[in-house]
């Protein structure tokens, strides 16, 4: 099946800096990603979703000027964090969907992001 | 919007019972289920999709069926081992297909 790889895979930051976490598509080419974070012992909270070539749409909730999306081609999407803090630790994972030949999503492994 | 439950949040069972786990949804506009499984700290694997015309899926030891007009969906594991012990995810595609709603998530452990 489709590959999605996530890099890094676990990150520790400071307080008030900023992490950008990838999201590739391996061997297919993603029009739409989404971007989930799920903390512990909790189900995956869909962030946004993230379409090639156009603006993110962001579920209610979540600040889109905190977390910056880029999907700047069909294989790679990008999640920044800025300014990040403890609160925001947290294991985030993308996935991309694939629409042929079956409309579906493969996910990443996620990252796990710790922030001091 | 699509809320997706499970039940239960956690099940302990000996080694080598069946078991079944439920997932209910209020929408019933759907275009396929899945089943995913979770191992602590990782990310998810896929385990069985349903498209919204399936009513049931096989794979080895797991069936997961299908009831739209009910908005439920189980997973059915047979004779359960202790690899079998995650977190497992039902998540819920919208009929757009842009959407993936998950579950609460049922935590099982298989007690040797």
């Known amino acids: 099946g489709a590959v999605v790889s996530q890099h890094p895979s676990r990150v520790i930051c400071k307080s008030g800096t900023s992490v950008k976490i990838e999201c590739r598509s391996l061997?297919?080419?993603?029009?739409?990603m989404f971007w989930y974070r799920q903390f512990p012992k909790q189900s995956l909270m869909l962030m946004a979703t993230?379409?090639?070539?156009?603006?993110?749409?962001?579920e209610q909730g979540v600040e889109k000027d905190k977390f910056l999306i880029n999907h700047a081609s069909l294989t790679l999407s990008t999640l920044t964090v800025t300014s990040a803090h403890p609160e925001d630790s947290s294991f985030y994972i993308c996935?991309?969907?694939?629409?042929?030949?079956?409309?579906?999503?493969?996910f990443g492994p996620g990252t796990r992001l710790t922030v001091l | 919007k699509q809320e997706v439950t499970q039940i239960p949040a956690a099940l302990s069972v000996p080694e080598g019972e069946n078991l079944v786990l439920n997932c209910s949804f209020t929408d019933s506009a759907i275009y396929n289920l899945q089943w995913f499984r979770q191992d602590p700290g990782k990310g998810l694997t896929s385990l069985l999709l349903i498209q919204s015309s399936q009513r049931e899926q096989t794979s080895g030891r797991l069936n997961a069926s299908l009831d739209k007009s009910s908005g439920r969906s189980t997973l059915y594991i047979a004779a359960s081992q202790p690899g079998d012990s995650a977190t497992y995810l039902c998540?819920?595609?919208?009929?757009?297909?842009?959407?993936?709603?998950f579950g609460t998530g049922t935590s099982l452990t298989v007690i040797p």
């Open positions: 061997d297919f080419q993603a029009t739409t």
């Open positions: 998540a819920i595609t919208s009929n757009t297909g842009n959407q993936f709603y």
């Open positions: 993230s379409n090639e070539g156009s603006k993110a749409t962001y």
């Open positions: 996935s991309a969907r694939e629409a042929l030949p079956r409309d579906t999503q493969y």
